[in-house]
């Protein structure tokens, strides 16, 4: 069995300033320290935090008076915020630099009292915080458009006063083409200057879809709720190699190799790295593998700073 490891994957420089920040605040603070949600979606990297004292929680509420909350790398809206200060919560800030960028994009959309269009995925987390960035005082709304129907579909109050933003994990792809739509119907639509999609997801994307030229099977290691992982995956099929995303290797099916002959490894940008080491030794007991590992996984030259409360 022939492996190649796709190049870049794993941690991005968002996911891992915020597992850091838990971290440190947790060695600063002791334990218990609150985080509200998930700080990355990924099960592992949740529960060897959940070992070290974090306790997860889904809304502010769920938190003691006076105690430390870490916000996750998605983003929390202003009501979470305003939630917080009321309960008078130590706050540290874990939310990705690009995801706090869409914040600001949809802030200033909000005070033009210009109508927003998000681009992305109802429910996930990243979307309820950017969404709850937006204040209607002003006379203008905020949009979800999931799809490119939606988009064909989608009503605004002034269509000549309106704007789009995006969510940070979607596919690079069906993003454009949505976008695409928006602009045919919209002309005087204002977008970011530069692509909301982050840096990383697009990398990763590119990635597997060299993988998927030298590949008949794809695994992608990431867990169930990660977007970016999903993605991966979906990029993948669509480029017509079956792929399968898992967590550990302890969700492998070794039917899924039957008659393969090159498998392809990549992983989210939550994924740790240890998980692949762990795929590779797993896959070793079961086939003679031909490891094509290629230039060492890069950093991609990005690095976010910790909030100034943890810097040494």
Known sequence: MKIILANPRGFCA?????????????EQKGPPVYVKHEVVHNQTVVDELRELGAIFVEEISEIPSGATVIYSAHGVSKEVQDQSDASDLGIFDATCPLVSKVHSEVEQHSRAGRDCILIGHKNHPEVEGTMGQYNISKG?????????????????????????????TLSVDDTQEIIKVLQKRFPSILGPRKDDICYATQNRQDAVKQLALECDLILVIGSKNSSNSNRLRE???RSGVE?????TSADLNLDWFHEKKVLGITSGASAPEH??????????????????KGEDRQDEGIFFKLPKELRN
Not at 14 to 26: F, Q, S
Not at 243 to 247: A, P, Q, T, V
């Open 14 to 26: 968002g996911v891992g300033r915020a597992i850091e920040i838990v971290n440190k605040v947790l």
């Open 140 to 168: 203008g709304k905020i949009y979800l458009v999931q799809s490119i129907q939606e988009a064909k579909e989608i009503e605004v109050q002034d269509p000549n006063n309106i704007s789009f933003v995006t969510q940070t």
């Open 235 to 237: 990029i993948a099929e």
């Open 243 to 247: 792929s399968y995303l898992i967590d």
């Open 275 to 292: 998980l692949v080491e762990e795929l590779l030794d797993t896959l070793s007991q079961n086939f003679d593998i031909d490891l094509k």
